[in-house]
């Protein structure tokens, strides 16, 4: 006991180190925190949080971890300023918005700082680089991190296809797409609390039914096939809080040809398939994905994701990047991490300190794996 209580002294004591000031307050319905060290010096980062469950508690910038999760941009010297966004769920165009008038709060009530840089993660990494396309002036630079860096459309339409082919191919194990945008049904988010045993039933449902066309499904979507019950509880989330902000199904796969299955022609006749209900404009056209950025971007991701594969956190933002003519704004690096910004301090401090040099020599930061 003794031991427990002196570790977690030891804890809020480096805690303690590292912020010396805290201001809180809300913002257009926005609760935010900031973040100062000690002897700050007019540094600043602007950091983005990722998806959130409809009702999830606590709010991020509310997490007594958040301090910790802050440490290597408080250790350098820089404040750290984050919007808890006005709703949770997809709130990507919400969180460029809210992190903005937060950032001009801040410059109205502490000046303007001398470095500016955003930060992000997951969803998080989204509202970092649709911030740099969009609100770039204002930054010196920016670390997305394990980012939604696809179109949003693309990366959700990417879990509407998994539940669309799974429940072709593994009938009432997962909840129905026509349940899951059945408007008429009261939306209620799954109980995070919940996910273990959720998943744990999924798995055993999977493997009872066919063990290996569930190891040949996982693969279809990057994915090991302990991860797939997880992804699937945590896509079903995800597409019922679309449904409610888009106030109907923004997905139609009735001309969509799938691939990359053990048997197409099977999967292709068991397939769910959904005419669109609602325009998917109306929750993913804001801040769309551009590639149009025009200061230092280091993105960082995983060798290996369950929810945001390499692909979608990576190569199909590169590809805007080129199409842009940008390609001297960006630089990707890769982690050895197992998992969603499966991330360690030092593997961040060490991106950020990279986009720091960048941006002061002005000698870009190489690609490559970051230990």
């Known amino acids: 006991m003794k031991q427990i209580v002196f570790l977690y002294l030891l804890a809020h004591s480096v805690l303690a180190q590292n912020v010396a000031k805290t201001d809180s307050g809300a913002l257009n319905g926005a609760r935010?925190?900031?973040?100062?060290?000690?002897?700050?010096?007019?540094?600043?980062?602007?950091?983005?949080?990722?998806?959130?469950?409809?009702?999830?508690?606590?709010?991020?910038?509310?997490?007594?971890?958040?301090?910790?999760?802050?440490?290597?941009?408080?250790?350098?010297?820089?404040?750290?300023?984050?919007?808890?966004?006005?709703?949770?769920?997809?709130?990507?165009?919400?969180?460029?918005?809210?992190t903005e008038a937060l950032r001009k709060h801040f410059v109205t009530k502490y000046g303007k700082p001398d470095t500016t840089f955003m930060v992000g993660h997951s969803m998080g990494g989204g509202v970092t680089l649709a911030t740099l396309e969009n609100f770039g002036g204002n930054y010196n630079g920016g670390l997305p991190l394990c980012p939604l860096s696809s179109r949003p459309y693309l990366q959700c339409r990417k879990e509407f296809d998994m539940y669309a082919t799974f429940n072709g191919l593994f009938p009432g194990i997962a909840t129905s797409l026509a349940d899951i945008f059945d408007l008429k049904k009261p939306y209620q988010a799954q109980d995070s609390r919940k996910m273990v045993l959720r998943a744990g039933e999924i798995r055993k449902a999977i493997l009872a039914q066919d063990s290996v066309l569930a190891v040949a499904f996982a693969r279809r979507f990057d994915l090991k096939l302990d991860d797939l019950p997880f992804s699937l509880f945590f896509n079903e989330n995800v597409l019922r809080d679309l449904a409610q902000k888009a106030n109907g199904n923004p997905f139609d796969n009735t001309n969509t040809l799938y691939s990359g299955f053990p048997d197409n022609m099977l999967l292709n006749h068991k397939a769910e398939r959904l005419t669109a209900t609602a325009d998917p404009n109306t929750i993913f056209s804001k801040y769309d994905r551009t590639g149009n950025i025009n200061k230092p971007t280091v993105a960082m991701h995983t060798i290996y994701d369950q929810l945001i594969p390499p692909t979608y956190g990576i190569v199909n933002f590169e590809n805007m990047v080129h199409q842009q003519g940008k390609d001297r704004f960006f630089t990707a690096k890769y982690t050895n991490g197992q998992g969603h910004c499966a991330f360690t301090p030092q593997q961040t401090a060490k991106a950020f300190d990279e986009l720091r040099l960048w941006v002061k020599t002005g000698v870009k930061a190489k690609a490559g794996f970051i230990n």
């Open 32 to 98: 935010y925190k900031i973040l100062f060290p000690p002897n700050w010096k007019g540094k600043l980062v602007m950091y983005a949080h990722g998806y959130e469950f409809m009702g999830a508690k606590p709010l991020q910038s509310q997490n007594p971890d958040f301090a910790k999760r802050m440490a290597p941009f408080l250790e350098r010297g820089f404040a750290v300023a984050a919007s808890d966004y006005a709703y949770q769920g997809f709130a990507l165009p919400q969180g460029v918005d809210d």
